[in-house]
């Protein structure tokens, strides 16, 4: 049972255009959500989160957008950069004292020159 | 850079034999884990620790088994190694409440 769920494999988007990756989960004690960034070759790295409590966090050309009664996240990174190019994790962190995260499979992204 | 190192970063071992992979964090973070990584699955859970000697599994545990005698290391070990196992290892700690942070990685190939 796939609590976390990246239904898009892949995207590819032209330099400059905005990236639109989408997350969905089915578990309504998630209260913390996360991106990550991973490059072939390397560890993930933390890119942006956002509270349950809020439904927008900015971080540069990266804003990560939660509808709670979609149970949707998703991560737009405007513009998109040659460098963006990366596999991008969305995890859930399973309600206050838990230091578990659950992932979703990812979506690579293909950014355009 | 969250002070993780992982070893070894690659190895290529055979069907049966034992492996152990090690985690070292340089910071005395209290929570580590450890995931494997593997094409159309993500990233999932194998066990993890929540202080030395306090560790408990996580979603693919079976096959594994983890220890930590002190705070900085965290020791993955597949007892009788098998095809299955082939996959990426990444180590990661908490930083605060929320955020993990990955170490590198350790590919490890069963033949």
């Known amino acids: 049972d796939q609590q976390v769920k990246q239904n898009s494999p892949s995207l590819s988007v032209q330099e400059g255009r905005i990236s639109i990756l989408n997350c969905d989960y089915t578990n309504s004690m998630f209260d913390y959500f996360l991106w990550y960034k991973k490059y072939p070759a390397e560890g993930p790295t933390f890119l942006i989160s956002i509270s349950s409590i809020k439904d927008k966090n900015e971080d540069g050309r990266f804003t990560v957008f939660l509808n709670k009664s979609a149970k949707h996240l998703s991560l737009h990174i405007v513009p998109s950069q040659p460098g963006d190019s990366a596999v991008y994790f969305c995890?859930?962190?399973?309600?206050?004292?838990?230091?578990?995260?659950?992932f979703g499979k990812g979506t690579k992204l293909s950014v355009i020159p | 850079d969250a002070g993780i190192t992982q070893s070894p970063r690659h190895k290529v071992t055979e069907t049966g034999t034992p492996v152990t992979l090690r985690c070292h964090q340089t910071e005395n973070h209290r929570y580590m884990y450890w995931y494997r990584q593997d094409p159309g699955h993500g990233l999932r859970l194998i066990h993890y620790s929540y202080g030395v000697k306090d560790t408990d599994k996580g979603e693919v545990s079976d096959g594994y088994s983890v220890s930590r005698s002190k705070t900085e290391d965290f020791l993955l070990t597949l007892e009788s190694a098998t095809s299955s196992q082939t996959s990426v290892y990444f180590c990661a700690i908490s930083v605060g409440e929320y955020e993990q942070y990955f170490g590198p990685g350790t590919r490890l190939t069963v033949t």
């Open positions: 995890a859930a962190r399973s309600g206050a004292g838990s230091y578990q995260l659950t």
